[in-house]
């Protein structure tokens, strides 16, 4: 089969012909329909520090959002059948440590990673444990199943700060955080301030439903969104900028008794005042990896067949498997919104 | 200033002049922009059973729902100034008891209501505590400011089942039901279930965003729900029927672990199965008692200044104050929704 | 190997020598240190209505509490080993439902029992799923270890109400009762107000820390528990009796804003008044059906395990599995706490 | 009156006759049977950076946390009475801005703090808004009553953690760490790790309940946490050292989807790698800046009655009040734990 391969250290990736993969127990084979292009592909594609120091053995398959279809159970697997139309949570859990045994396997202390530590799914079929394939509904095109892994981390955020009827704002407005935008819509958030430095992708953020988009290099976001709210803050805001000075911005801005829900990973640490920023303002901040398996992945599912979650605009381009250095090249600009490898 | 007065036991109430209120400590004194007719003035009005055991002192003022102008301040008032646009709520706390010191004024051990224990809104003017009276955004018209009170009630129960991305059934579509299916609608609800006896009332649960309506004269509903979500059963629903066979209903139609939010009064005692309706199904049941003070206020003001949450079509008329008999009339027939009169 | 066998309908069972099991994939075989009767074994025992009509098949070794140590793997066991000091969830989940994939496997949509749908452990040994087998601390003695099933649904119980500070009630003071109070305890409850109709139970419900104890054939319970709290009402209730008067005084003695965790099963419909006892009262009623798997394992491990939760006077008679018949008159009568079989 | 008044800038204050104070609307005077020295007493005291920059207007009476009878009502005040034994929240909320009408009056927006921005209670009377004046229980001693302001923040920070059961750690064992740890104890936690540089403070948190006590000089407190729990990490850590450094390793120490209960107030920025500390781990943090009122005023008064909160301890010196000055050296000291000025 065919499949974009991380060959060895250094710049890039080669297409080529590689075996089939075998199953073992508790595994599924899937056709894979679509996938996305990820930030953490882009790190090991391009062989950055990050990628370096994440005990990565290459060579290996590229790839972790995938929609696909089941074309073979392995021994043991028995919530699923051939034929299934599934997506994919990148989190393989070991199902035996404290958090698996207590409701969270979605942070397993053993967590392995779809496509980081195992081969991935820019592929024409990859192999992946059962329990990591979920079903979904026909009526989510493939291309959109291909990004609902990232979706998830978006709704979940949506649903950690309960944004019904609230005013929240969104900062950082790559994919994650423009799905976060569209989940917030989908929720009933009352105000959305989307809040980034490029205006290509606010404009985004304005088609998906935000009320007010915010170019964080033009005004000061802070003081933006207090006066926006008359003096008294945003009920919560959701980072997924992954930067410190907007995070800090976000809390200047936040109401006492505000949530935080913390997606984006800085690069360097953040420095934060405790006593203003979060003891005297009762802030309470929620890190959040991920989905929570399985619960996310309903109430997402749920959403998009009922066509009351729109992503459409998220998704930028559309690419063959093929093509993969021109979608890497995009991806790496930064500029666009998802894009779609289709094997 | 023109009044409608319940005088005496028995039918109906007159309209006459009456003495303008005085202000007491506390209080301010509003001039009514439009009132709705609820259930509980049409108890007073027909003189049923619950008014003759409900310690209700003639002659009364009637009506509690309203919006209004404040036109005077009593003594001690700060929250509020002259001009202020206002709608009530309708229990008045205490400020002592256990439930008032421990945030939850809204179920005030000592609770009275305005319209009922007080003189009410059918009128000119009214006089009301000034802790009751809730600034509203100038979007709001006056007539959708009238039912802000029971409209509280349905965001409140949305707001604790949390309904977003889930499959919930809204059981009673009278103005109560319909308006939580408007907020249902408005949080992003993946499926919404409105089940009613009368086919007008849900038509217009039909055009408030129910995704199903359900006539449980015509079927059983419970069964028509369990299929509807593939055997699952719906994550929650929302009884504002009062009937204890259409609530036995929804708990049937109940899946494991999933929760009810009772607003509804039946009118005589509801018999269940604890064991196979509550305690193997893991149901949490809530009961609603009108809007927390007044974080659903807040929820719900926000909502409707983005305009997210239309209950236009649940009110079916707009009269003249000196018209309420025709209003308590068309109410009374119980097939229409939400009457206003506009002083 | 011994049995306590089950082997036709009428009241009864005999001792006598079985077949090994045989383990299948994902079973573990147990060595039983200490078994306990519970209501369930009651039922099937005395072969009542209860039991005429669960289907249970016939013959069946009883019993489903237990404290054991692991002997022998099934194929594809990853979670346990050879030597592993255990308890059991009789939970018997399937791993596929919506329950299953959404964190409530403790209420799986198509949960079997232990000891109810298969073969049980009144015996020297049995095979159950090693999803069901819990590891358990040395320093938790085998009887005790035999009780944690049901005792973990009293902890849920306690935790589901947030006793730590609170002024609850603990209705029937049968073992599962008496465990709730212990639970109260350990949580720190400020007052526990212990009720039953058995001034034996109520004795041990002293013992372990009820502040109160209140013999409901003496006095109003409700009308007791209002006064004891100053007319404030109890902040919550756990019903352990499934007796529907015991349970509507409950619903008295309850507090505006209060909660209530129902495990009782009662024998008959509750009749309740909807309106007063739950939405004007706005209480959260919350059904529980035994343990979560497995949070609430943890809690109640941790505290036996620092001695912080003592049920030592819940168990009041241990004897040797062949005495079972002595052992199933004492629970028949009602009046002690737990007994405990020792294979 | 005699009171101590801090009169200029520069360390120090002055024990004189001062007039008695005139009551406002809303305000009570209370005689004051106990004052207890807290740190901001100590800034202002010494007159610090912190206090220069506080707008605290000069001369002003000194103290903020006591016990005391209400010895006469200002206009206009219901829910106390002359006679009543109160204690204090130091936190004057203004009732009218979105925090105060949203159920959060505890970190009101304008929020005023008794005995800084107003007279303190380190005199023979004090006044003070009766909505701050909480009614005690006459079984707590003066004395005790002194601390409840303190120990409410100590009492809400378990609440929020939902420590029973749990493995939890207590950062810092001044007194507000030493109740935590009393909290802790009395809502059932199941491991409790005391943390801090000073064997003596170490020595009484021992006494109230501390499963272990880690002196960080001495050891890596976070590696010897997560060896205490197997490797897992701990459920939940409370900060009372507003040391930087020591929180994170408190960070370092808690395990997958822990609790965070921020109370101490860092001098200096926190440093903190939001990826691996917060995002993967899935940390959720809490700002607590005092006690809700009064949710945790009824608690903890509860728990105190019922005698089931053990802070004798934590008081280590009883002084007149014209011994303030050596009650502030020892204060300043650090080493001891309450002092008590008793007019």
Known sequence: ??????????????????????????????????????????????????????????????GHECSAE?????????????????????????????????GEQHICQNLKLFGVHTNGCFAEYAKIPAVCAVKIPESIHPNIGAVLEPLGTSVRAN????????????IGCGPIGLMAVSAARAFGAANIYAVDINDYRLGIAKELGATEVINSTQCNSAEKMCELTNGVGVDAFIDASGNTFAILD??????????????????????????????????????????RMFETWTVMSNLLDKGLLNIDPVITHVLKLEDFEKGFDISQQGIGGKVILVP
Chains 1, 2, 3, 4 share one sequence.
């Open 1 to 62: 089969m065919k499949a974009i391969v991380k060959e060895c250290a250094g710049i890039g990736a080669v297409l080529k012909d590689v075996e089939m993969p075998v199953l073992c127990e508790g595994e599924v084979l899937i056709k894979i329909k679509a996938a996305a292009i990820c930030g953490t592909d882009q790190h090991i594609y391009v062989w950055n520090n990050w990628a370096q120091n994440n005990n990565i053995n290459l060579p290996t398959i590229l």
């Open 70 to 102: 089941v074309v073979e159970l392995g021994p043991g697997v028995k919530n699923l059948k051939v034929g299934d139309y599934v997506a994919c949570d990148t989190h393989i859990p070991c199902g035996e440590c404290y958090q698996c045994r207590n």
């Open 159 to 170: 649903v950690e700060i309960q944004s019904s009827g609230k005013n929240i704002a969104v």
């Open 250 to 291: 976000g809390f200047k801005a936040l109401r006492k008794g505000g949530k935080v829900a913390l997606i984006g990973l800085p690069s360097r640490p953040l420095e934060i005042d405790l006593g203003s920023q979060v003891v005297f303002k009762e802030a309470t901040i929620i890190g959040i990896h991920g989905r």
